[in-house]
């Protein structure tokens, strides 16, 4: 008993460490968008990530090469398409509210599960979808259920992806280690980075000043503030995702799974503390909708799915 709940513990530390770093550094992706693209950013912290686990790949004996490289490649490009949602919406939205609709994610995995795979959706688990849906409802606000802004449901799509992707993960790349699938997650990150420059230099667009000209700018001449906290974004990632994938090797992932949700009222604090950010109470009863979704979703079943973690 004393040795499950000491890897308890350790596993909730983990991944308030997972949270409070990636709460942080995503609260900077907007100095970032003042100075650079969303593709320019993509294609330097993939770089910058890239040399960080060359460094550390033989000192750790990281085993980066892919067993079924298609399917970690196709996997990647899932979750890579998700995080170029979720990086453009945060030039524009709270941390908070976009992090809020990457962890509706579980409720769509049980939709796939059910309208692809077949898969039922069993007990509480028809509970939760409902609640997770009435709290993305409020989450997003009075603009978005409008039609006014096709802004704020970015982080929902931003979600059904990250849905697919980690179906992709338990279906496609059951074997692979948790460094090949990082690894592969920023390759293509840096693939798209690469593209969208190349697509930008080739036929470049009106490009608004500042952060409102994230997704339209394309390849600039860095500044030092976009060198810096590009980095900070590349090391905080993988410290993070180095945290998350430690404390579901240490701990039962349903326990995990809700433990993660710490990511939203980290995501706040944040943005209070950084920038002066609060949240409306409606929001706020939102986001603790959709963690109670979390919880009843992750409560041990006949049928396990899988769980939304930002890898």
Same mark, same amino acid.
């Given at each position: 008993m004393t040795d499950t709940t000491n890897r308890t513990l350790a596993a909730f530390g983990a991944v @308030?460490?997972?949270?409070?770093?990636?709460a942080y550094t995503d609260n900077y992706v907007r100095?970032?968008?003042?100075?650079?693209? @969303?593709?320019?950013?993509?294609?330097?912290?993939?770089?910058?990530?890239?040399?960080?686990?060359?460094? +550390?790949?033989? &000192?750790?004996? @990281?085993?980066?090469? &892919?067993?079924?490289p298609r399917a970690v490649m196709a996997r990647s490009a899932i979750h890579g398409a998700a995080m170029v949602i979720y990086f453009g919406a945060l030039a524009f939205l709270p941390v908070a509210q976009v992090a809020a609709g990457l962890f509706t994610a579980p409720i769509f995995v049980l939709l796939i599960q059910r309208f692809a795979y077949g898969r039922p959706i069993l007990g509480l688990q028809i509970l939760?979808?409902?609640?997770?849906?009435?709290? +993305?409802v409020l989450v997003l606000g009075p603009e978005a259920l409008s039609g006014a802004t096709f802004a704020a449901l970015l982080p929902v799509i931003s979600?059904?992806?990250y849905a697919m992707g980690n179906i992709a993960t338990r279906e496609w790349c059951e074997g692979e280690t948790p460094e090949t699938i990082v690894a592969g997650f920023f390759g293509m990150l840096g693939v798209i980075g690469l593209v969208g420059m190349a697509v930008l230099w080739a036929f470049p667009m009106e490009v608004p000043v500042g952060p409102e000209g994230f997704l339209q700018r394309g390849p600039v001449w860095p500044?030092?503030?976009?060198?810096?906290?590009t980095f900070v974004q590349a090391a905080g990632s993988l410290l993070g995702v180095g945290m998350i994938v430690k404390a579901y090797q240490i701990a039962e992932a349903s326990r995990v799974s809700v433990f993660e949700y710490v990511i939203l009222p980290a995501s706040a604090a944040w943005g209070f503390f @950084?920038?002066?950010?609060?949240?409306?109470?409606?929001?706020?009863?939102?986001?603790?909708?959709?963690?109670?979704?979390?919880?009843?979703?992750?409560? &041990?079943?006949?049928?396990? &799915?899988p769980i939304a973690s930002r890898q």
């Open positions: @308030l460490i997972y949270a409070s770093v990636i100095v970032i968008a003042r100075d650079a693209g @969303l593709w320019q950013f993509h294609a330097t912290r993939t770089a910058m990530a890239f040399a960080i686990l060359a460094l +550390v790949a033989l &000192p750790l004996s @990281l085993k980066l090469w &892919p067993k079924r939760a979808v409902v609640v997770g849906f009435v709290g +993305v979600g059904a992806l500044t030092g503030e976009f060198m810096w906290w @950084l920038w002066g950010e609060t949240l409306t109470w409606i929001a706020v009863a939102g986001m603790a909708l959709i963690v109670l979704a979390g919880v009843l979703i992750a409560r &041990p079943q006949r049928v396990q &799915p």
